[in-house]
């Protein structure tokens, strides 16, 4: 089992949309899927779960006794389960455990890998301090989504070096790639950042896919569902995360050979 988190220093550039999308073809590809949503602010996936009547999740999960088996959420794909942010109020008002944080997270992966999950992706608040570093520094990998805007060249750097402190500190995680989020395929000056942050940086630091700014992702986010669901046939954007899925496969060596005979086309009714 891998385990992958998003992390940006930065609010609003997608991580959620990407953790949504992703972990959707994913499981369409025939991985067992568990998407964590571990900001506090979050909604992953309440809508895809076949059951709304649990409102617990990963706070409850991180403050209490509670196993994966009580905060996890089935969706229509059964290879994809999410567990919910949960009850982070409730949950802190004895002050976040954060020193016990690095344990509960490695509870969940291992629960997770009991479970025979292949590949568990966490969504994360923005920021790299408090419970997003022990999140981070208990996976294997972490993806960073960076929007192609003017002060991206300088944002990078800080987060790999936040990130080799990390590994400095122990942690065994490592930067499975950037992904350029948000592109404004019909503006110069994002077309033009985009351009230079490839020059700039390595390749294998960087997934060739990049993601578009549309429409189709701010409603689809809105619905809280993947693009692919968000009308009866999906649009070509939902083949974006499809192919950055292939990509993220190759990148983390999630390559055993499956039988995919299984999996469905949809999650809706
Ligand atoms: N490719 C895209 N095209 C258009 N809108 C997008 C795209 N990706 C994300 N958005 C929209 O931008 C907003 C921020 O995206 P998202 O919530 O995924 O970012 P985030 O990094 O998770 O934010 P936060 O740090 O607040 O958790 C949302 O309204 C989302 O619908
Ligand atoms: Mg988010």
New binding site residues.
């Given amino acids: 089992m891998i385990a992958v988190a ?1 992390a ?1 220093q ?11 999308n992703l972990a959707y073809s994913l499981a369409k590809r025939g991985w067992n899927t568990l998407l964590v949503d571990t ?1 506090p ?2 909604a992953v996936g309440l809508s895809l779960a076949r059951s709304t009547r649990e409102k617990r999740g990963f706070y409850d999960f991180l403050t209490s006794g509670l196993t994966l088996a009580d905060v996890i959420l089935p969706t229509r794909l059964p290879e994809f389960s999410i567990v919910p942010a949960g009850q982070y109020d409730a949950c802190m008002r004895n002050g976040l455990p954060l020193d016990d944080a690095p344990r509960r997270v490695a509870d969940l992966l291992r629960s997770a890998e009991l479970r025979n999950v292949d590949l568990v992706l966490l ?4 920021g790299l301090s408090g419970l997003t570093e022990a999140v981070v520094k208990g996976c294997d990998y972490v993806i960073i ?1 960076q929007q192609a805007e003017p002060l991206a060249a300088r944002s990078i750097p800080h987060m790999l070096e936040t990130l080799a402190r990390f590994r400095a500190d122990g942690a065994a995680v490592t930067v499975a790639a950037i992904l350029l ?3 404004m395929t019909d503006h110069e000056m994002s077309l033009k950042v985009a351009r230079e942050l490839r020059e700039m940086l390595p390749p294998e630091l960087m997934f060739k896919q990049s ?12 619905r809280g569902v993947p693009v692919a669901l968000l009308k009866h046939n999906p649009p070509p ?1 939902a083949l974006l995360f499809d192919q950055l899925a292939a990509e993220l496969e190759e990148r983390i060596g999630l390559t055993r050979e499956r039988d995919f005979s299984h999996v469905h086309s949809s999650l809706m009714d």
Avoid: H, W, Y
């Avoid at 930065?10 to 949504?20: D, S």
């Avoid at 993601?211 to 809105?222: G, K, Y």
């Fill in positions: 998003t940006s930065k609010g609003g550039v997608g991580k959620t949309t990407l953790c949504v900001d602010q979050g969504d994360t608040a923005a989504p989020t948000m592109v993601i578009p700014r549309l429409n189709s992702f701010l409603e689809a986010s809105a954007e």
